[in-house]
């Protein structure tokens, strides 16, 4: 990723990329969805021979640099580089345990889940990566009936990452708004890593708040208001 200082080759992964495989490790298939150079599968694969994957690429670069990476670590007979946008490179009838998706904005992740829901057949284990806007995951999560199963928030140079690990639920998932916003099992685990992106992102909606208030009251505004302090009094009440 832009930005990343990734120590990347496919023995040893960025920490975050390592986390997300750590969630998908185990299986006999896996899908990585926006897989850029192919490293994930390709760790995954040279740490267990019988693991077939796909990865998936929507740009010519990328697609390209994964094929060149699956050559390089003599792969082939492993990973299969498809070109496609999100689960359409999935096809039909075609078994996958575990999907990945990391290194993108919560909303796209979403997208790419919603629009690829006839590949969901159920029995397949999401690792998600949101590097934003991990609500917009969670939220697409609950309405599909996934449960999520690990949550983990790491940091790595100067930023923070979310993984949220989900697998379809036989009952109805429900979480409150501040579980949305903040993790189900994130929340319950206070991590000095947690606490330091909460109180980064209430200082900031803190902010904004006061920059609005200096504004003429439309209600427009007076809803922007208050759904900045809705954020910041529940962010407040987890930490009290
Ligand atoms: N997954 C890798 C990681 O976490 O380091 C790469 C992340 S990179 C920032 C996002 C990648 O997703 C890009 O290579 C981009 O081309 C690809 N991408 C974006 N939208 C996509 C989609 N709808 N389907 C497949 N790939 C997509």
Same mark, same amino acid.
């Given at each position: ?33 926006? #897989? ?10 040279? =740490? ?69 829901? *006839?590949?969901?057949?159920? #029995? ?18 609950? #309405? ?22 989900? *697998?379809? #639920? ?36 803190? =902010? ?21 302090? =809705? ?5 407040? *009440?987890?930490?009290?």
């Amino acid at each position: 990723m832009e930005g990343e200082t990734i120590a990347l080759n496919t023995n040893q992964l960025s920490r975050r990329l390592e986390r997300v495989a750590y969630y998908a490790e185990g299986y006999q298939s896996l899908a990585d969805i926006g #897989s850029d150079h192919a490293y994930l599968p390709c760790y995954l694969c040279l =740490r267990d021979a019988g693991l077939h994957a796909i990865a998936g690429e929507i740009n010519e670069g990328p697609y390209q640099s994964a094929r060149k990476q699956v050559e390089l670590s003599r792969l082939e007979n492993q990973i299969e580089v498809r070109k496609g946008s999100g689960l359409e490179v999935i096809n039909d009838n075609e078994q996958v345990d575990v999907i990945t998706v990391a290194g993108m904005g919560g909303p796209l992740i979403a997208s790419i889940l919603e629009l690829g829901l *006839e590949k969901l057949t159920g #029995s397949q284990r999401l690792v998600l990566q949101p590097n934003v806007a991990s609500q917009a995951v969670r939220e697409w999560l609950m #309405s599909h009936q996934f449960n999520i199963v690990a949550e983990e928030i790491i940091e790595e140079d100067d930023k923070i990452y979310e993984i949220v690990v989900a *697998e379809k #639920s036989d009952s109805l998932v429900t979480y409150t708004e501040v579980e949305l916003m903040m993790g189900p099992l994130l929340i319950q685990n206070h991590t000095e890593v947690f606490k330091k992106k909460w109180t980064q992102e209430k200082n900031s909606w803190e =902010r904004v708040l006061k920059q609005l208030k200096q504004g003429t009251e439309t209600i427009e505004l007076s809803n922007k208001k208050e759904a900045l302090k =809705r954020k910041i009094d529940m962010v407040e *009440e987890v930490f009290v």
